[in-house]
């Protein structure tokens, strides 16, 4: 694989630890640029995935493992937003069905 590919690799890496942080952050904005970016440079690597080198081959897998972490946490942020949004939904409907049966005026 040619160094260009290397360094196009290398970068990935550096910004799938980027994308990382900013699903920790919960900095969506920043997470989907930064995929993108990572994303076009590993199109440009991939006519040449079956000549990795090992190195390459380990940096691949760290993108892929950094990857799979912040897609968990994303999807963890995200169910967190849903149960907010039904105990607020329930907390309306308890509010509706409460004031029916208040004192009449």
């Known amino acids: 694989m040619s160094d ?8 990935a890496l550096a910004l799938s630890q980027q994308v990382l942080a900013a699903a920790e952050h919960t900095n ?3 997470l989907a640029h930064l995929d993108a970016e990572r994303l076009r440079l590993l199109q440009s ?3 040449e995935r079956h000549s990795l ?4 081959q380990r940096m ?9 972490r912040a897609i968990g946490i994303v999807e963890h942020h995200r169910r967190i937003k849903e149960r907010a949004i039904d105990l607020a939904a329930m907390g309306r409907r308890a509010v509706a ?8 005026r």
């Open 4 to 11: 260009a590919h290397s360094a196009a690799l290398a970068r």
């Open 28 to 30: 969506l904005e920043a």
């Open 45 to 47: 690597v991939r006519a």
């Open 53 to 56: 080198s090992v190195a390459d």
């Open 60 to 68: 691949l897998a760290e993108v892929a493992a950094l990857n799979d």
């Open 97 to 104: 069905a409460y004031s029916m049966t208040g004192p009449r």
